[in-house]
């Protein structure tokens, strides 16, 4: 008999501390407690960091010392999924970050989260995010940087993708970023505290992220809560270049003495043939040993002193700074990576300038506060009226056909839940299925009292809501990405009612919206091999005066047609870039294969609508 894994955390049904088997949610641990007990103990252990008053969706963690209002120097914000502690909240205090974002566990934050961190630390100078090389981060990131833009707030953006386990290119995916990013955080945090500009701060963290590489080793993957451990690597196996997710690594090898894994790290973060790093010989570094949450730092202590002095004999560097311990981790996993930055004299006085992060390896002061109160969510700068979420007493024609599509499209959605979780199995991280049927669940439920369902811009605005609260994930912000742009075209239609062409240009707009900000496009096997088919067969057949069910109907054959292709597609984007052809060719995309099966179960409704009504 299997057993799932033990871990220390409450009964989500109940207050008793035990040791239990908890079920996993797709996308991330949607246990609440998890994540916000842990801000509960991180804020009560240090006295310099507070967390704001919004659990459980929104998760910041930030400077007790620091307020939008008085704060006069450029703020420094970064996160991500949780489950790397002590990245990324661990490294908020003064002279690093001054807020961090957190997510569920390996799920990125969304966007009302990171909207709200922003609005809490942000005064007059700005503030500069850092961001780790993961779709779904850039897009949360991405889109709350553009909304905070738009509430008149100075925003940069670093993007750190410093993996050097992975050859050029991967796609629009790019490297993954690893450890390195907490060397990022202490450069742009140390040249904030030193009161520089924000363009002079984001100059700083770029240069810094472009002189760093990460290769990651492990000998065993991560535990989740509620699942089994994997042994995909059994005893003899170690795996050299996986993420910090769990995800496969680059290569499965037999076990090897420590001295042989850390020659062949080395010699990948520093091969010229990749020229993943600009160093050479006579070059100053900096070098971080991180552990990934299950080795013990004696282990981690004993590559530290086999990598120094192989970095000086055999590669020719002077080691300025070594830093070993857990930086950013993977739960529970069996492994470290090794970080190398190469440095100068600035970047070196970044690195040694003072800061209060607790996680940072230097001391720490402060009385410990008898209790805290936490801080209140700063509103949004475009706050909406109330009178726009609800539901109509009477639906006009449109209101009906609207109401009608969205049911059918929903309930398709819950229905094909398994088998998107199988394809996305294979190519995936397994939860499309999970996170799909959470949205269109939400959608239903919000349906009945809160969409406006005879204003078309407004429903959509609502659809786009419902799917942020509940799907989370890459998915949650592409198809809020979606409803956003749709939102703004069909809210710019003076006519009474929606025509099937506003709708053919609120399409058109969604997804140039989506290739803008997750650079994908027809061919990259992702959703949108559904939807750019769709929207240019509907877009066709409606400028030659088509009929516009009929038309509706070929656009949706075209989305079936378009998502099926996709078996036959090499992935440019996501986590599937990371999977081999061969893996690829056994199943479609499972993000094209919910578009096609909702856009089509819509276009069926709206044609039973206008059939039944004629």
Not at 58 to 83: H, N, T
Not at 162 to 169: I, K, M, N, V, W
Not at 594 to 604: D, M, T, V
Request: contains cysteine.
């Amino acid at each position: 008999m299997v057993y799932a894994a033990k871990k220390f955390i409450n009964n989500p049904n109940g207050h008793n501390f035990h040791i239990i088997e908890v079920a996993v949610h797709s996308t991330g641990f949607r246990i609440a407690d998890v994540v916000t007990e842990f801000i509960e103990g991180l804020v009560e252990t240090y006295p310099g960091l507070q967390y704001l008053d919004g659990f459980p969706e929104v998760k910041v963690v930030l400077r007790a010392d620091v307020s939008a209002e008085k704060y006069d120097k450029v703020a420094v914000i970064s996160g991500g999924g949780s489950g790397h502690e002590p990245a990324h909240a661990g490294y908020v205090g003064e002279g690093m970050l001054t807020a961090a974002i957190c997510g569920d566990v390996f799920a990125s934050p969304p966007v009302d989260s990171i909207l709200a961190g922003i609005r809490a630390v942000t005064g007059p100078q700005g503030c500069l995010l850092i961001v780790k090389n993961y779709t779904g981060d850039r897009l949360n990131f991405g889109l709350a940087a553009e909304q905070a833009k738009s509430e008149g707030y100075k925003v940069e953006t670093v993007i750190v993708g410093e993996d050097c386990a992975l050859p050029p290119p991967r796609g629009i995916a790019g490297r993954r970023g690893l450890a390195g990013t907490v060397l990022v955080h202490k450069v742009a945090g140390a040249a904030a505290a030193a009161g520089l500009s924000l363009e002079k701060v984001a100059a700083e963290a770029k240069c810094a992220s472009e002189m760093v590489g990460t290769m990651g080793v492990a000998l065993s993957v991560c535990t989740l809560p509620g699942q089994v451990t994997s042994d995909r690597l059994g005893q003899e196996k170690m795996e050299l270049g996986l993420g910090i997710h769990g995800e496969p690594g680059a290569a499965v090898v037999d076990v090897q003495p420590v001295d042989v894994v850390v020659s062949h790290v080395l010699q990948q973060i520093l091969s010229p043939e990749t020229n993943y790093v600009p160093i050479t010989r006579g070059n100053r570094v900096v070098l971080m040993v991180n552990g990934l949450g299950g080795t013990p730092l004696m282990e981690l202590m004993i590559a530290a002193g086999k990598a120094v002095p192989k970095l000086q004999l055999e590669f020719g560097l002077a080691v300025d700074r070594v830093y070993t311990g857990l930086f950013m981790t993977s739960l529970d996993m069996a492994g470290f990576s090794i970080s190398i930055m190469k440095a100068d004299q600035s970047i070196l006085d970044r690195l040694d300038a003072p800061t209060k992060a607790p996680n940072w390896p230097v001391g720490t002061d402060g009385n410990r506060p008898p209790a805290k109160i936490p801080v209140p969510i700063p509103p949004s700068r475009s706050a909406k009226s109330a009178e726009s979420q609800a539901r109509p007493k009477e639906l006009s024609q449109q209101g009906r056909v609207l109401e009608a599509a969205i049911q059918a499209a929903a309930t398709v959605i819950i229905s094909l839940k398994d088998s998107l979780n199988e394809w996305d199995g294979k190519v995936g991280d397994g939860d499309c299925g999970s996170t799909m049927h959470r949205g269109a669940t939400a959608i239903l439920e919000d349906m009945k009292h809160y969409y406006p369902l005879n204003d078309a811009a407004e429903t959509v605005n609502e659809i786009g809501a419902s799917i942020s609260r509940a799907m989370g994930g890459t998915s949650g912000i592409i198809y809020n990405l979606l409803c956003k742009a749709a939102y703004a075209e069909l809210k710019a239609n003076t006519e009474s009612e929606v025509t099937p062409k506003y709708w053919s240009k609120a399409l058109k707009s969604s997804i140039a919206s989506v290739s803008k900000y997750g650079g994908a496009t027809a061919g990259y096997r992702t959703m949108l091999d559904a939807l750019i088919p769709a929207s240019q067969v509907l877009e066709e057949k409606l400028s030659a005066g088509e009929d516009p069910i009929c038309a509706f109907i070929l656009s949706a054959e075209a989305a079936t047609k378009g998502a099926e292709s996709t078996i036959q597609m090499q992935a440019q984007a996501g986590r599937s870039s990371y999977v081999s052809a061969e893996m690829l060719a056994t199943v479609p995309d499972p993000g094209a294969m919910a578009a096609a099966g909702w856009y089509s179960a819509a276009a069926r409704a709206v044609k039973e609508q206008y059939q039944g009504s004629s």
